[in-house]
C-alpha cells in the first residue's frame, strides 16, 4: 500500500495557485448550524409549540383526577395515551395506562389467589 508522503515543498507554500491540477476526493460533512448570543436568546424566549408546550403542575393534578375515574377516566386515558397533539400529555397517559395495566394484573392475581373471596367471607359479606 502506497503511502503519500507528507513533506513540504517550497512550491506548496507559495500564495499562487498551483499549476498542476490534482484531483482529490474529500467528503463534504454537513454544514453546521452557527449560532449567535442573540438568536439563541431570541429562541430561548419563543414559547414552544403545541406539540411540546409544557404541562403544569395543576395540568397533571387534574389529569390525574380525571384518569382516576373508573371507567371514563380510563378510556379518556387510553384515547390520549395515543391521540394526544401534546407528547408531554400523550407520555403521562401512557405513563398513567401502564399503572392502571399493572394494577388490573395484580388484582387479577389476587382474585386467582382467592383472597378476595377469603376477605368476603371475613367480612361475612359472603
Known amino acids: 500500500m502506497a503511502t503519500k508522503s507528507t513533506k513540504t515543498t517550497k512550491a506548496s507554500r507559495s500564495t499562487k495557485p498551483a499549476t498542476t491540477t490534482r484531483k482529490t476526493t474529500t467528503t463534504r460533512t454537513p454544514a453546521r448550524k452557527t449560532t449567535t448570543a442573540r ?6 424566549t419563543e414559547a414552544p409549540d403545541g ?11 387534574g389529569w390525574e ?3 382516576a375515574i373508573p ?3 380510563w378510556i379518556i386515558c ?11 400529555l400523550r407520555n403521562f ?3 398513567q395506562f401502564c399503572w392502571l395495566i399493572l394494577w388490573l394484573i395484580w388484582i ?4 386467582g389467589l382467592g383472597v378476595f373471596t377469603s376477605l368476603f ?6
Open 39 to 44: 438568536s439563541a436568546a431570541m429562541a430561548s
Open 51 to 61: 406539540e411540546y408546550r409544557p404541562i403544569s403542575m395543576w395540568g397533571y393534578f
Open 65 to 67: 383526577i380525571v384518569y
Open 71 to 73: 371507567v371514563i377516566g
Open 78 to 88: 387510553v384515547g390520549q395515551a395515543f391521540c394526544a397533539n401534546n407528547r408531554n
Open 93 to 95: 397517559a401512557r405513563s
Open 108 to 111: 387479577c392475581v389476587l382474585a
Open 121 to 126: 367471607t371475613a367480612f361475612g359479606w359472603i
